[in-house]
């Protein structure tokens, strides 16, 4: 499966969906759950919140991509990256998910420099607490403040 995607593509996009299910594949070998996995069964990488994550609901696929996340994206490589890309500066988000254009182009940029994708550097950002929690009236009223000012001028 893996040879047939490199084969066929040369997107960004898929080269990286490619590293996450390599690195799935590898963590499947590191946890030592490659001969328990059901043949018939197919690897799905997927994503996981924190909240399942802390729910203790995770299952065998999901703790594999989770060890793959660590694998593709290891801490410190994390904090080099936030260094190099935001000052080290944690990224501020609203309510529960919300990120302002500013936050979600610094994502952006994390997932470039990590070459992962956009949503697997979202939840590893969050794996790491490496969000700012505000309240999210803070970014609607600074939208709004904005709308306001280019209302007037
Ligand atoms: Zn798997």
């Not at 935001?86 to 182009?105: A, F, T």
Request: charged share 30%.
């Amino acid at each position: 499966m893996l040879e047939q995607q490199l084969r066929n593509s040369g997107r960004e996009e898929d080269i990286r969906k490619l590293r996450f299910t390599t690195a799935h594949e590898c963590a499947h070998w590191v946890m030592g759950y490659f001969r328990e996995v059901d043949e018939d069964r197919q690897c799905a990488p997927g994503l996981i919140s924190l909240e399942q994550q802390q729910s203790g609901q995770l299952s065998r696929e999901q703790q594999v991509d989770r060890c793959g996340a660590c694998l593709l994206m290891p801490r410190f490589l994390m904090m080099r990256a936030l260094h190099e890309v935001n000052g080290g500066k944690r990224i501020p988000i609203y309510g529960k998910c919300v990120l302002s254009s500013e936050g979600d182009r610094t994502v952006q940029r994390l997932a470039n420099a990590m070459r992962v994708n956009y949503m697997p550097m979202r939840y590893r950002l969050e794996e790491l607490g490496l969000y700012e929690p505000h309240p999210i009236e803070e970014l609607i009223d600074a939208l709004l403040d904005r709308m306001r000012r280019d209302r007037r001028s």
